[in-house]
């Protein structure tokens, strides 16, 4: 990744399938020629430096009941509180509907990365990944945000890692099996409930033994520190940031920075405006200081070798600053304006990612 014209930037977190499962197939096309939707397209991602990036499967609201799948969103219900913002926690939802749409989700990015004829490439190794970037192809790794479509046996496991899993988080912001997702708070602590279940232990140490990166982003306090406890691999956030910035229930507390930097773990940082600001603002007009300012907390706390970016494109508000994919370069811009140099932001674009990877995947 040496010789690129910009630096190419490995991104933590995006929900681009969702987007293109609620846009219908005729959208891959959009996708890969460019139609401008969402904060994700191939040319965007030239355009930016995007190089590859956790592409998750997010499985929307739905029941078994449900004909196909449900496309609409997470409708979450905010409630304005005093100074800040609470949301009820989603339900739990149907493991049969769970899988139907993770199936879905999954053969619709087969489907896409053949129809790219060589520009978009899912990887499955450091190797791959690396000579992806460098060939010019837009290297995907395939997320599942939250482990519904994962049955207690760990059946699917097996099967979707030979697929191309490489990364999982055990829970989104709901309760399941494995254990119970944050609900989204503010001002509040990520100490909102109970962990992991022994079902959720047992798929952390399926996950060691295969490879997969163990996502902590979206699991409560108690649900870090159990995988903290057991996870033989560094410990990654995958689209979060400073608790102590932006005192959201999303957002990592100095004592979890501490154990992430403790482990070699990483922290990409997400750009969602409102898990940045210290006023938790869903705020676009949100100023690319405060995008900084987190990137200088985070990088006191875990080491420059630790951070990383987790976007949240297609998934969350971002500031205007940035825009989409396209508008990468303008973050870098204002790093180095504050003083990263060329070997720091590296570190920050790609080169921690790739590091935690060697020291996470199998191979
Ligand atoms: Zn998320």
Wanted: aromatic fraction near 6%; charge should be negative; hydrophobic fraction near 40%.
């Amino acid at each position: 990744m040496a010789n690129a014209p910009t630096i190419p930037i490995l991104d933590g977190h995006n929900d681009t399938l969702l987007r293109l499962l609620r846009a219908g197939r005729e959208a891959d096309d959009g996708f890969l020629d460019g139609d401008g939707a969402g904060h994700i397209d191939l040319p965007r991602t030239r355009a930016g430096g995007l190089a590859g990036g956790f592409f998750a499967v997010f499985v929307p609201p739905g029941s078994a009941a449900d004909d196909g799948v449900r496309v609409g969103g997470p409708s979450l219900d905010v409630e304005i509180t005093d100074g800040g913002y609470e949301v009820p926690l989603s339900p739990p939802i149907d493991g049969d509907y769970a899988r139907r749409a993770t199936l879905a989700m999954v053969a619709r990015l087969f489907r896409l990365e053949e129809r790219s004829a060589g520009r978009l490439r899912v990887v499955r190794t450091v190797d791959e990944l690396v000579t992806t970037v460098e060939g010019g192809a837009l290297a995907v790794i395939l997320h599942l945000e939250g482990a519904e479509a994962i049955d207690p046996e760990l059946d699917a496991l097996e099967v979707f890692y030979r697929a191309g899993l490489r990364s999982l988080g055990p829970v989104w912001s709901r309760p399941n099996a494995f254990g119970h997702g944050v609900p989204f708070r503010f001002p509040a602590s990520p100490d909102t409930g109970p962990g992991l279940t022994a079902a959720g232990r047992d798929l952390v140490r399926a996950c060691n033994r295969l490879g997969i990166l163990v996502d902590l982003s979206h699991l409560n306090e108690r649900g870090f520190w159990d995988v903290a406890a057991l996870s033989t691999a560094p410990l990654v956030a995958s689209h979060s940031a400073a608790h102590a910035i932006c005192p959201s229930t999303r957002n990592l507390t100095d004592r979890q920075l501490h154990a992430i930097k403790e482990s070699d773990g990483l922290v990409g940082m997400n750009f969602e405006v409102s898990a940045l600001r210290p006023d938790g603002f869903d705020e676009p007009e949100t100023p690319l200081d405060v995008l900084v300012r987190q990137v200088d907390y985070l990088v006191a706390r875990l080491g420059i070798e630790r951070v990383g970016f987790g976007s949240d494109f297609d998934g969350a508000t971002m500031p205007r600053a940035i825009g989409d994919a396209a508008g990468l370069p303008r973050l870098l811009a204002a790093l180095r304006a504050h003083g990263y140099d060329d070997a720091a932001l590296r570190q920050l674009a790609h080169e921690n990612w790739l590091r935690v990877l060697r020291q996470t995947w199998r191979e």
